[in-house]
């Protein structure tokens, strides 16, 4: 079996380059490193089953051979990366999606999209089920991702009606775990980065926004299932960990857990910050038979000395 990831350098795609593998695939891993990191995938160079290569998916995309699966994954994911390249971002989600779609038709492979809870906006109701149809502002500053990820759904939802591609859709909600580029402004990184450095951990708002954070390797099983599971093309599935936590109690659990004296620094909230984020999972309970197995602090025991490792190394 032979999979194209795109993104493959990234937090995710890594660790998936890393799964299929282990499960005996022959892997093509994709990425322009825009915020990927080769580090990430170094150690895979050496497999005699993975091949790498450094491409733009916004250019025409093609690979020789045949391929069974493509998980289409590039894209910046993190508000301070997509923010900074606002029109990369819907560039890639929207003709980076027509590309990676296209192939997927042409080799009559299975195509997962990684979509995102940010298709919900700020919610007004919790939790968040794959019918409830989000309210995002197309014109706010967290639009060119929520409206292009909205528009990478409604294309491979095309693809799938028109050309019967086996189109599956993941709703991924907020992950964290190793590989995660401690510099790019998401919570988790952010704050153990702080606390490792004993600076001061900035909490956006008064901290009661919440979030459900759900750890890579329960993530990495919910997408392989996706992947693998017949009869469910045109599926939208929910991904992540239904246990939901204030900003502020995650500021002091990371705070308490990596032993830090940093103190705790309110800044101003911003724009758009959903306040509330916590998936319904009971579809990838019922189609997957999947839920996620970490607990929070499970998995930031077995992250934070990948951090310490790392920041205390660079800085
Ligand atoms: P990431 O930024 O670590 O990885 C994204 C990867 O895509 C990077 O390696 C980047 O270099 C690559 N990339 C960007 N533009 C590209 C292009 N034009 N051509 C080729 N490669 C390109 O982010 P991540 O957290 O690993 O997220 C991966 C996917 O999962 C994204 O589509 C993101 O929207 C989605 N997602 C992630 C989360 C999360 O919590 N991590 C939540 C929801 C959705
Ligand atoms: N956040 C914070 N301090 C930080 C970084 C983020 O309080 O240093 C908050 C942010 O305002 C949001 C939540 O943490 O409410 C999650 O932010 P992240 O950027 O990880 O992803 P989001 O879920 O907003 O896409």
Redesign the pocket.
Known sequence: MRVLI??A?????SHLVEKYLKEGWEVIG???????KVDNIEEFFAHPNFTFIK????NFLYVKGSLDLILH??????PL?YMKHKI?TMK?DSI?TLHALGLAKEKKARFVL?????VYGDPEITPQHEGYRGNVSPVGPRSVYDEA?RFSEALSMAYYREHGVDVRIAR????YGTK??FD?GRVIPNFLKQAILGEPITVFGDGSQTRSFCYIKDMVEAIYKLSIKEGIAGEVVNLGNPDELTILKLAEIIKDLTGSSSVIKFLPLPEDDPKRRRPDISKAKRLLNWEPKYNLKEGLEEVIPWFKKRILKKE
């Open positions: 795109t993104g350098a990234g937090f995710i795609g994709l990425d322009n490193f825009l915020t990927g491409y733009d998916v916004t994954f590039a894209c910046p994911a993190s990366h990369h890639v980076g990684a979509s995102s809870s940010e990820k991924i909600f907020n992950t995660m580029a790019d």
